[in-house]
């Protein structure tokens, strides 16, 4: 299938999610190949969230404790310079399709971390509705 066939059968949303991606260049992460291969396997999930990771980051020294992401304003600075610095991807998928999935993202992207989310040990799943049983979601991060 071309890659224009694969591109269509994605919704507009989804496919402009992945022409950010596509951009990207970052130590081991390849934005062109990645994109790519989720087309090539778009049999095996249902949608794609690139993103930033978020870092924690102490507001004062007298409040350590409480932290605050600012990886939208970080994505806002890099934009001015025609860059989209996304690092993470989630994928959500299910049970039946995940073995195959993540050991084609193993084989293919070397990134540095992979996580499984599953609706029975991560409670934000259930608050995003994504709670089927058989719903999973691969975080894929690249340091």
């Known amino acids: ?5 694969q591109q269509s059968d994605i919704n507009e949303i989804q ?3 992945l022409e950010l991606f596509r951009h990207i260049r970052y130590n081991l992460l390849d934005g062109e190949r990645v994109v790519t291969d989720l087309l090539d396997w778009r049999d095996l999930w249902y949608s794609v969230l690139p993103t930033r990771f978020p ?3 102490a507001f004062n020294k007298q409040d350590s404790k409480q932290y605050h ?3 939208e304003l970080g994505m806002l600075r890099n934009v001015r310079w025609d860059s989209w610095p996304a690092d993470t991807l989630y994928i959500w998928t299910n049970d039946e399709a995940l073995p195959e999935l993540r050991k084609r993202v193993e084989e ?8 499984v989310l599953s609706p029975g040990e991560d409670e934000e799943m ?3 509705h994504l709670d089927d049983e058989h719903d999973r979601v691969l975080f894929v991060w690249w340091d």
């Not at 299938?1 to 066939?5: D, I």
């Not at 293919?108 to 992979?114: D, K, L, M, Q």
Request: charged residues 30%; glycine residues 0%.
């Open 1 to 5: 299938m071309s890659e224009e066939q």
């Open 15 to 17: 496919r402009l999610h």
């Open 55 to 57: 870092y924690p980051f």
């Open 69 to 71: 992401p600012y990886t």
């Open 108 to 115: 293919r992207w070397e990134p540095s971390e992979i996580e």
């Open 126 to 128: 259930h608050l995003t």
